[in-house]
């Protein structure tokens, strides 16, 4: 009697491993989607402006001109960050290419390597700003079907997506992404250092026809221990770009100019 009973043990210890691989690879495609959602995949640039925001006083402001690019290889894509203003900061540059980042700064005519952590602006870091495929930095582990209120306090129904990160220069350890059911829209983001302290909360706002697509032309950054320390990203002037690879050189960095977008 025992044989048969531990080989029913074994059926059933393989059928939840499947399960499992199933629920992890619809979690996958789903974070794959809310990708797609985010980011074009040809070349494009567009405008962010950053705005910090402090018991509800604005305190500070940046613009930036983004020019990204997918390799299609690596599954990441390549960006370039150029400071349009305040005046104090134009012309600086910050260039993201596969596991590298790298600020430049016209003053000293130098480029240092950073972390995706770096703080930009307020509440957003340098990993914020330039274009991410989450389903190449993060592994989703589970997809729960859970109704939030959203940025405009609309009920969404959703799934909850738990992140750990895939990669060593994941620019967050964890993340707890909630993404529209009927849409693949991201909708809100919790992000988590490797103490397991809640960084920040996002909210995806102002979804408009971009480039082909529905996307979030605004994001709310709330810190995770003053909530009342906001920053706000828009984005805007979004457009179809033939980007050199050249661009994407960090020896390239002291000899780029700002293009009109």
Same mark, same amino acid.
């Given at each position: 009697?025992?044989?048969?009973?531990?080989?029913?043990?074994?059926?059933?210890?393989?059928?939840?491993?499947?399960?499992?691989?199933? #629920? *992890?690879?619809?979690?996958? %495609?789903?974070?794959?989607?809310? #990708?797609?959602?985010?980011?074009?995949? %040809?070349?494009? /640039?567009?405008?962010?402006?950053?705005?910090?925001?402090?018991?509800?006083?604005?305190?500070? @402001?940046? +613009?930036? *001109?983004?020019?990204? %690019?997918?390799?299609?290889?690596?599954?990441?894509?390549?960006?370039?960050?150029?400071?349009?203003?305040?005046?104090?900061?134009?012309?600086?540059?910050?260039?993201?290419?596969? $596991?590298?980042?790298?600020?430049?700064?016209?003053?000293?005519?130098?480029?240092?390597?950073?972390?995706?952590?770096?703080?930009?602006? /307020?509440?957003?870091?340098?990993?914020?700003?330039?274009?991410?495929? &989450?389903?190449?930095?993060?592994?989703?582990?589970?997809?729960?079907?859970?109704?939030?209120?959203?940025?405009?306090? *609309?009920?969404?129904?959703?799934?909850?997506?738990?992140?750990?990160?895939?990669?060593? #220069? *994941?620019?967050?350890?964890?993340?707890?992404?909630?993404?529209?059911?009927?849409?693949?829209?991201?909708?809100?983001?919790?992000?988590?250092? =490797? @103490?397991?302290?809640?960084? %920040? +909360?996002?909210?995806?706002?102002?979804?408009?026809?971009? &480039?082909? &697509?529905?996307?979030? $032309?605004?994001?709310?950054?709330? =810190?995770?221990? +003053?909530?009342?320390?906001?920053?706000?990203?828009?984005?805007?002037?979004? &457009?179809?770009?033939?980007?050199? =690879? @050249?661009?994407?050189?960090? #020896?390239?960095?002291?000899?780029?100019?700002?293009?009109?977008?």
């Amino acid at each position: 009697m025992k044989k048969p009973i531990l080989l029913v043990l074994v059926a059933c210890a393989l059928a939840a491993s499947r399960l499992y691989a199933e #629920d *992890a690879l619809d979690a996958q %495609k789903i974070l794959a989607a809310s #990708d797609a959602v985010r980011n074009p995949a %040809k070349p494009f /640039g567009l405008t962010v402006v950053l705005t910090e925001y402090r018991s509800a006083n604005e305190v500070d @402001s940046n +613009t930036l *001109a983004i020019y990204s %690019k997918l390799d299609g290889q690596a599954g990441r894509y390549r960006t370039l960050i150029s400071y349009v203003g305040p005046a104090r900061d134009a012309g600086k540059l910050v260039l993201e290419n596969g $596991t590298e980042m790298w600020f430049y700064d016209p003053s000293s005519e130098a480029s240092i390597r950073i972390s995706p952590q770096q703080r930009l602006l /307020g509440q957003a870091s340098t990993g914020d700003v330039v274009t991410v495929n &989450l389903a190449h930095d993060y592994r989703a582990n589970t997809a729960a079907a859970e109704d939030i209120t959203d940025g405009d306090h *609309a009920q969404r129904h959703c799934y909850k997506l738990e992140l750990e990160a895939a990669v060593s #220069d *994941a620019t967050y350890h964890r993340i707890e992404l909630w993404v529209e059911q009927s849409t693949n829209r991201p909708v809100k983001g919790k992000f988590y250092s =490797d @103490s397991g302290h809640l960084l %920040k +909360t996002a909210f995806y706002r102002r979804f408009q026809s971009q &480039l082909g &697509l529905e996307r979030p $032309t605004e994001i709310v950054i709330i =810190d995770g221990l +003053t909530p009342s320390w906001v920053t706000v990203m828009r984005y805007s002037n979004y &457009l179809w770009s033939e980007i050199p =690879d @050249s661009w994407l050189q960090r #020896d390239y960095l002291p000899r780029f100019r700002p293009v009109s977008q």
